[in-house]
């Protein structure tokens, strides 16, 4: 019953701006294989153009790296970490560059951990901040709000998760979307429990775009370790996502060694044996949110122009329909844009020289929601 409301929701949601924070899976059927949505034979005359322009390839050899940008993004890495070791030395907070193992295959993953100065008297609570861009890393774009955790006593570990930017190519291409990459942000947890000032029992996680998406991941999964999350303009579903922003986007990710192809196709996963959909309903969060077992805020912005409101809409709705005693959800209707352009960066304005924050009431009300969501439960 659950799965068909889930489905007549993601069809159906209404366009309407409303707020729940007052008020205290996965779907589709099952494909034949072979049968996976394949069309009659093409027996017009072929536009080589167009052809070349709908072209996804599917084998992990075409995956694009970073090419050329990647000593620009290594020389950008360098400079975000410079950034907070002067910050640091003036005591805003303590930072260190850490790397711990991810639980799938035991590989290296870079971070950032933080950490208030002053860590007598109880142990702290901390939170998993994961950063977005699927292609990005952490860096200082949200410096103010970050000094703002410590300042409130979280401590804090930021994962550059398998194929961040910053750390040339091979990382790059190892980019595992809804896949390993969630696995590298939960395993963060393992290095917390290895501080002796961490209180294992108050830790939170959040994210914003591809960090909500994997935030939200984490949240559904059975072996969630965070009493709390919070996801912000959130990627939720990957099938809807990639007919949505069309075959340049899909290029990106359709490669990749655990996805092999489209969803209508068949042959995909590591092994290459399963049917495509499949593979990304499994990455999409939305068809796992009956999962939810503590605490989630959302947020989105009916402006945006990276995770449009249409895709975001879906997780929302899904939520609230599903799990009202537990998810905090606000739309904010056209929100001022942040410097990046569009909502999808409404509650991140930051002052790229400055490093402070540009409010806009909006910004203001999102980030106030967020700290009380979580002074509510993780009690730092």
Not at 153 to 177: A, K, L
Not at 227 to 256: C, M, Q
Request: aromatic fraction near 10%; include cysteine.
């Amino acid at each position: 019953m659950k799965r068909l409301l889930l489905l007549a929701l993601l069809g159906a949601a209404p366009l309407t701006a409303q707020d729940t924070t007052a008020r205290s899976g996965r779907g589709g059927a099952q494909r034949t294989p072979g049968r996976a949505g394949g069309p009659s034979p093409f027996r017009g005359t072929m536009d080589s153009t167009r052809a070349r322009q709908l072209y996804v390839p599917r084998d992990f050899d075409d995956l694009r790296g970073c090419g050329a940008q990647c000593d620009t993004q290594i020389k950008a890495k360098r400079r975000t970490d410079s950034i907070y070791a002067a910050k640091a030395a003036t005591g805003v907070f303590e930072f260190q560059k850490i790397k711990y193992k991810s639980r799938p295959d035991g590989l290296e993953v870079p971070a950032y951990l933080f950490a208030p100065v002053n860590k007598s008297g109880p142990k702290h609570a901390a939170l998993v901040w994961v950063h977005g861009g699927v292609h990005g890393d952490w860096n200082a774009d949200l410096y103010p709000f970050l000094v703002e955790a410590v300042k409130r006593g979280y401590v804090v570990v930021t994962p550059d998760y398998r194929g961040s930017t910053g750390y040339g190519d091979e990382w790059y291409r190892r980019i595992d979307y809804g896949g390993k990459e969630v696995d590298d942000v939960l395993s963060a947890v393992d290095y917390l429990a290895t501080l002796p000032y961490v209180d294992r029992n108050r830790l939170g996680i959040m994210g914003w775009s591809h960090g909500g998406f994997i935030t939200s991941h984490i949240l559904f999964r059975n072996d969630n370790p965070f009493k709390a999350g919070a996801a912000i303009v959130p990627v939720t579903n990957l099938v809807f996502r990639l007919s949505d922003h069309g075959p340049g986007y899909a290029r990106d990710y359709a490669p990749e060694e655990g996805i092999h192809g489209m969803p209508w196709e068949v042959g995909c996963g590591e092994k290459r044996d399963r049917d495509c959909i499949d593979v990304y309903l499994e990455r999409s969060p939305v068809f796992h949110a009956e999962n939810l077992k503590v605490p989630m805020l959302v947020h989105v912005a009916t402006n945006d122009c990276d995770v449009f409101f249409r895709e975001d809409q879906q997780m929302v709705y899904t939520l609230r329909a599903l799990k009202p005693n537990l998810a905090e959800t606000k739309i904010y209707k056209d929100p001022p844009p942040g410097r990046a352009g569009c909502g999808h960066t409404f509650s991140r304005r930051v002052n790229p020289e400055t490093l402070e924050r540009e409010d806009s009431p909006e910004q203001i009300d999102s980030w106030n929601r967020t700290w009380a969501f979580f002074q509510r439960n993780l009690k730092p």
